[in-house]
């Protein structure tokens, strides 16, 4: 069973381009879970999506961050016209109920 | 509301010493308590869990962790590091009952000296 596969494992964007990060959870798993990182802190929630469905999107920033899951294919977190600011590692993780949640290796955006 | 706590944001040993990672949470309700480990430039793995039952939960390479109600505390122990232990450790908790979205600690980062 391959684990949580992000893609693409680097970004790089200039200032007003758009970032598309891709997440394939478990198989078998139908809860996904967008984080950021930045450097020296924890892991933010961003948002939790089920197939078709956002669940919980409290932690996402309300102007150019999108996220879907859809019926076939990975969840895809969109940032569109990005900053320097949007510069984090990315995680994606799974979950197969709403419990333990296992995580990809990650997205790390650089924006120039 | 759910917090976490992780008091040290590093903590230096030697090879072979024991080791504790601090971790103490907040909630008003049943929680579960996890512990992850990133290596770096990678994702976080789960080292362990306490879901129910026994409050002492292990994983397979040696780390150990015991859930306290009373202290609200989840610690991450080991009797001996390796060099290759050397990681950033998070501590997440979840409440029973609300969205299920786990809080996750500042981490802390262990560095192993030889």
């Known amino acids: 069973n391959a684990g949580v596969m992000q893609n693409p494992r680097h970004l790089v964007r200039r200032r007003g381009q758009e970032a598309r990060l891709r997440c394939s959870p478990m198989?078998?798993?139908?809860?996904v879970y967008w984080y950021r990182q930045l450097p020296e802190e924890g892991l933010k929630f961003m948002v939790y999506?089920?197939?078709?469905?956002?669940?919980?999107e409290s932690g996402m920033p309300k102007e150019r961050f999108s996220a879907e899951f859809p019926k076939e294919g990975p969840s895809i977190l969109r940032i569109q016209q990005v900053v320097r600011g949007d510069s984090a590692a990315y995680f994606c993780?799974?979950?197969?109920?709403?419990?333990?949640?296992?995580f990809g290796p990650g997205t790390r955006l650089t924006v120039l | 509301a759910q917090s976490v706590t992780q008091l040290d944001s590093q903590v230096p040993v030697f090879e072979e010493a024991p080791v504790e990672l601090r971790c103490n949470y907040s909630?008003?309700?049943?929680?579960?308590l996890f512990w992850y480990v990133q290596y770096p430039n990678q994702g976080l793995q789960l080292l362990l869990k306490?879901?129910?039952?026994?409050?002492l939960v292990e994983s397979i390479n040696g780390f150990e962790a015991e859930f306290n109600k009373s202290q609200t505390s989840f610690h991450l122990r080991k009797p001996s590091v390796h060099i290759s232990d050397t990681a950033e450790y998070f501590c997440?908790?979840?409440?029973?009952?609300?969205?299920?979205?786990?809080?996750f600690g500042r981490g802390t980062s262990l560095i192993v000296h030889p």
């Open positions: 993780a799974s979950s197969p109920e709403q419990d333990t949640q296992y």
């Open positions: 997440a908790v979840i409440s029973h009952g609300g969205s299920y979205i786990p809080t």
């Open positions: 909630s008003s309700v049943s929680v579960y």
């Open positions: 198989k078998g798993h139908s809860h």
């Open positions: 999506l089920q197939k078709e469905n956002i669940i919980d």
């Open positions: 306490y879901l129910s039952g026994s409050t």
